[in-house]
Structure formats: structure tokens, C-alpha cells
């Protein structure tokens, strides 16, 4: 019922996003993946070259390392509910390449009132944002001005969303470790504290 609900969304979004004309992947959105009835929600920021190929969120280079970080902080990733703030790869054309950009303010914008049904049907206790876009994408949902990820990483936030109320728990992204090693410790404490927030609740 609830999935069928959310598929019906990602339908309609698949065509929104197949009608787009900036720089990205049109024809490989990334959707939402995990038990509707999950406790945590994760949401990364947008899909990169791996995920738009196999249709799954966080399984390139970023995603592995995010899965070997679950594992160590003993949170099990087939019981979490796992999506991105933008669900097309945004990209970077150059004559003889193609990379993954960030996506821009108005493209993650446009994909806010689908993020917004995803929190109100799964209604998870806690909301994992990883990097600073999905953590403003949630923000804005719940009407509170933007913060920065340094300020607020592993700290608990609580909002509430159209009567809706949830923990934010704000994480760096895992790409962000692969460029700034220092950052895996803090991640891995972050899920440490994430994962003992989940069993209070
Ligand atoms: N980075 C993200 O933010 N999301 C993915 O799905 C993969 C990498």
C-alpha cells in the first residue's frame, strides 16, 4: 500500500525528470530503496555514475565505503531506508568526459516536494542526512533556516513536518572522507552516536 504509493511518485518523477533540459542523466533516475517501515532514513545527495548504471543508491566507490562504515557502527543497511535529495546524476560534459557535478540550488528545489512524500510515508524516527544538500533540503521541508554540516554533524535536531515529527541527525557525506581522511573518524563516531540514538527510540 505505502510502497505502491511512493512507486506511483518515483513514476510520476521519472517523467518529470525525463522532460529536464540542464547537464544530467535523464534516462537512469536513482529511487528510494528500503523496508517501509524503516526507523532510519539516510539521504545522500544525488546518485553518481555507478548508482544511475545499476539503479541503486550508494553502491559506487562513495556507497561502499558508507556500507563498511554501517558495519562497523552495527547498523544493518538491508534495515534502513536509503535515498538521495536529487534522484537524476547531475553531470559535467566535456568533450571527452562526463563527471558527476553537485547538483544546483534550483534542481534540488525541484526535487523537494518528492523528498517530502518520502518522509511522509515512511515516517522514520530518525533522518540521516549525509553532506551538507540533503541536509538543507530537509531543513527547508521543515521551514528552518540553512546550517552547515561542520556546525551540526552528529548532533540530534529535532523538526517536524506537517504535524510530522522526526530526529535529524545530520552525517558528512562518505565521498567527503575519501578526500579528507580525518573525516572517517568523525564519521565513524557519528554513526556510533547514531546508532545508540536508535536504540533509545
Ligand atoms: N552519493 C550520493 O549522494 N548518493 C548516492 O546514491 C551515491 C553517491
Redesign the pocket.
Known amino acids: 500500500m505505502m510502497a505502491a504509493a511512493l512507486n506511483a511518485l518515483y513514476e510520476a518523477e521519472r517523467v518529470r525528470i525525463a522532460a529536464l533540459f540542464g547537464a544530467c542523466d535523464r534516462e537512469n533516475p ?1 529511487f528510494g530503496e528500503g523496508p517501509m517501515d524503516a526507523r532510519l532514513m539516510f539521504i ?5 555514475g555507478e ?1 544511475a548504471k545499476s539503479g541503486h ?2 553502491v ?1 566507490t ?2 561502499k565505503t558508507f556500507s563498511r562504515l554501517l558495519e562497523a557502527a552495527e547498523i544493518a543497511r538491508e534495515e534502513v531506508f536509503i535515498t ?1 535529495a536529487v534522484k537524476f546524476r547531475p553531470v559535467h560534459v566535456k568533450e571527452k568526459s562526463v563527471s558527476n557535478r553537485t547538483p544546483k540550488p534550483d534542481e534540488v528545489l525541484a526535487s523537494l516536494p518528492l523528498l517530502r512524500q518520502e518522509l511522509l510515508i515512511v515516517r522514520p524516527h530518525v533522518v540521516a542526512t ?2 551538507n544538500t540533503p541536509l538543507c533540503a530537509v531543513l527547508k521541508l521543515a521551514g528552518q533556516k540553512a546550517v552547515t554540516i561542520g556546525a551540526v554533524h552528529g548532533t540530534r535536531i529535532s523538526l517536524l513536518l506537517e504535524g510530522f515529527s522526526f530526529v535529524l541527525f545530520p552525517l558528512y ?1 562518505p ?1 567527503s572522507t575519501i578526500y579528507n581522511r580525518a573525516l572517517t573518524e568523525t564519521l565513524a563516531a557519528d554513526l556510533t552516536l547514531l546508532n545508540a540514538l536508535l536504540k533509545e527510540r
Open positions: 536513482v545522500g545527495e544525488a546518485p553518481g548508482e543508491p550508494f559506487g562513495a556507497g538521495n549525509l553532506g557525506h565521498a
